[in-house]
């Protein structure tokens, strides 16, 4: 499978104040896909300019033409699948079949207490994301769904005429857990993760490579469990979570040494954030179009 390479967009820019060029430029400098973060607001933005992820995918999916789209990640903390579903299939419809849904199981972040309640325990929130990934399937793939769960409802939801791509359009499903690899593997076209976060502060680059390898052989293991090759399920790694994130970006060389390894490794799609400036995703413009253009054909992609 040819590597792929992809960006993270922060939706922090206004649309007219170079929200919309970022997305253009993305598609321009060739990226597989630009992905959105969707949360109500997010670590050290909260106090800044933060946009909602599904009318950014909306603009960007009305403004580009053969960039795809989507978000990383989806979490339950502020969604609701039913009316979450009928965004997804009006949005895959303007986009033409672009869209890819990143969807996890959220954090215990400002999205997590937003609505008023209290925080889910670890294992809540793993409850409430082993409901809403397989009602969220069946609401995207089937024309009219009842679900009396635990967790959530729906009462003869209509969804015609389904998603623009079919079955449905495709789940990267993160996760790390038991119970999330089972989801990535039974409904997910991909899988995400970000690393190990133990390891975020003071790991190695050799301890964070043995932990995303042990990360993909859980992975295959719940795919062989369930009959599903290895290879039916794309691997993504969102970048700048490990501990090489300070040097990722200096240079095309050092992104090329990371992605070699992490390609070698088993990943099929990388993810890099577009720089912000005065930010933990502070980077050089020019470096980060330079990746773009320059680092897959120097790995051979």
């Not at 849904?101 to 082993?130: K, M, S, Y």
């Not at 009462?155 to 791509?165: D, H, K, S, T, W």
């Not at 700048?240 to 095309?252: A, C, H, M, W």
């Amino acid at each position: 499978m040819t590597p792929r390479l992809s960006t993270v967009i922060l939706p922090v820019r206004p649309w007219r104040e170079g929200g919309r060029d970022q997305w253009l430029r993305a598609e321009q400098l060739g990226f597989h896909t630009a992905y959105t973060y969707d949360h109500l607001s997010w670590r050290t933005f909260r106090d800044g300019p933060w946009f909602g992820a599904v009318p950014t995918l909306t603009a960007a999916a009305a403004a580009t033409g053969t960039l795809r789209l989507g978000t990383l990640v989806t979490s339950p903390n502020f969604r609701h699948p039913v009316p979450f579903a009928k965004e997804l299939i009006t949005l895959d419809d303007i986009s033409g079949g672009r869209i890819t849904l990143g969807i996890g199981a959220g954090g215990n972040g400002f999205d997590a207490t937003a609505l008023g309640q209290e925080p889910w325990t670890p294992r809540e929130r793993a409850d409430h994301f082993a409901e809403f990934v397989p009602l969220l399937d069946r609401l995207l793939t089937e024309n009219v769904v009842s679900h009396h769960g635990t967790r959530y409802s729906a009462e003869e939801v209509r969804n015609i005429p389904g998603c623009a791509q079919r079955p449905r359009l495709p789940f990267a499903v993160a996760a790390t857990g038991p119970r999330g690899m089972k989801l990535a593997a039974r409904h997910g076209q991909a899988w995400v993760t970000t690393g190990d976060p133990k390891l975020f502060e003071d790991g190695t680059p050799d301890q964070s490579l043995e932990a995303l390898r042990g990360q993909l052989g859980r992975l295959d293991h719940a795919l062989a469990e369930i009959g599903r090759e290895p290879g039916a399920v794309e691997k993504i790694l969102l970048t700048g979570f490990t501990p090489e994130r300070n040097t990722l970006l200096e240079s095309v060389d050092a992104f090329v040494d990371f992605a070699g390894r992490h390609l070698e490794l088993g990943f099929t799609e990388l993810v890099i954030h577009a720089p912000i400036p005065d930010s933990d995703f502070a980077a050089d413009q020019n470096v980060f179009e330079a990746i773009a253009t320059e680092a897959l054909a120097q790995l051979g992609g």
